[in-house]
């Protein structure tokens, strides 16, 4: 079983930085897509990023140029790097996991962390 530990979150002031942190266990994890979803108060879960088993990166329009999504497979850990923070970007950050390594990275996830929490201050 698939398990997914965030860590990193927490409070910082509009236009700061943040590194979060995946650590996956009991998974092949260089064979596996990973990535970044991220949930607002009253808003429904959306996916931030995504890394797949090749590299290959895919970024969705809400902090695309704002973040990074990078993967250290000796380590089974996938980071993202949020920069330029903004108050709206607050919102519990969620690691997941698609087994297939590649294609529509929603259609694919099936494990899934406990979240982290990221609040921005204006």
């Known amino acids: 079983q698939v398990q997914l530990v965030e860590s990193g979150g927490g409070l910082v002031q509009a236009g700061g930085s943040l590194r979060l942190s995946c650590a996956a266990s009991?998974?092949?994890?260089?064979?596996?897509?990973m990535g970044w979803f991220r949930q607002a108060p009253g808003k429904e879960r959306e996916l931030v990023a995504t890394?797949?088993?090749?590299?290959?990166?895919y970024y969705a329009d809400s902090m695309k140029g704002r973040n990074t999504i990078s993967r250290d497979n000796a380590k089974n850990t996938v980071y993202l790097q949020m920069n330029s923070l903004k108050p709206e970007d607050t919102a519990v950050y969620y690691c997941?996991?698609?087994?297939?390594?590649?294609?529509?990275?929603?259609?694919?996830?099936?494990?899934w962390g406990k979240g982290t929490l990221v609040t921005v201050s204006s």
């Open positions: 890394i797949y088993s090749g590299g290959s990166t």
């Open positions: 997941a996991a698609d087994p297939r390594g590649w294609g529509r990275f929603s259609d694919g996830v099936n494990s």
């Open positions: 009991g998974c092949t994890f260089s064979r596996y897509a």
